[in-house]
């Protein structure tokens, strides 16, 4: 694998249901971001891990929960969600945390029923 | 607030026919303008940075150029492989994320 990866890469959930994202990036960087992209909006940042530490939270629902275990892995726990979720979910990795160059996963697809 | 305005929205060329694309920003104390393509049902790839007034960088058919108030994207002789949207980015000097724009969806016709 090379570049940053995310599973899976569609998902559908009912309004009740747990579900988790996953990224891993293989390019030896140490930030990671979560976006959101919706249909004609700019990309929202949701969340920014540097050297698996939380910098950034712009005010996201809780019903996010982001989680780094380590610079390669970040996971978006998602609960209880609300059809106006649904949207692209982009991970991306930089070298550092300062918002310089980002590379960006293909995206989750979520669907919110 | 930090602001990032492209347009148009959508253009529509014929192979062969150069344009260009706008990206309008207001960032207090940019420190990087950023150019990124995006693929439908993809994530972005990223382009250029530009870090400087009157700094330029290409690639392929493609020229990013920056000034005080706005970045261009030349795209010249494009081919329908150029299709997509292409988004730019702004960051500032004392905030840790980039402000994207909206994007223009590029189609080129063959």
Not at chain 1, 22 to 43: D, I, R, T, V
Not at chain 1, 56 to 69: A, G, L, Q
Not at chain 2, 3 to 26: H, I, K
Not at chain 2, 57 to 65: G, H, P, Q, S
Request: hydrophobic content about 30%; overall charge negative; some cysteine.
């Amino acid at each position: 694998e090379t570049g940053v990866t995310q599973t899976p890469r569609h998902l559908v959930m009912g309004m009740t249901n747990k579900k988790s994202l996953k990224c891993e990036q293989h390019l030896g960087h140490n930030a990671m971001y979560w976006y959101k992209q919706s249909a004609k909006k700019p990309l929202e940042l949701m969340f920014v891990y540097s050297l698996e530490e939380r910098v950034e939270n712009n005010s996201v629902p809780s019903r996010f929960s982001p989680e780094c275990p380590n610079s390669s892995h970040l996971f978006l726990h998602l609960h209880t969600l609300q059809p106006e979720d649904s949207a692209l979910y982009l991970c991306a990795s930089s070298q550092d945390g300062q918002g310089n160059e980002q590379f960006f996963g293909p995206g989750t697809r979520l669907t919110v029923l | 607030e930090d602001q990032v305005t492209q347009s148009p929205e959508a253009l529509r060329l014929q192979e062969g026919e150069s344009s260009s694309l706008n990206c309008s920003y207001t960032v207090s104390g940019l420190r990087g303008l950023f150019w990124y393509r995006q693929d439908p049902g993809k994530g972005p790839e990223f382009l250029f940075t530009l870090y400087s007034a009157g700094e330029e960088k290409e690639k392929e058919r493609l020229k990013a150029t920056l000034t005080k108030k706005e970045s261009f994207l030349h795209i010249t002789a494009p081919k329908p492989e150029d299709s997509a949207t292409y988004l730019c980015a702004g960051l500032s000097g004392s905030a840790r994320q980039l402000t994207f724009g909206s994007g223009t969806q590029l189609t080129v016709l063959p």
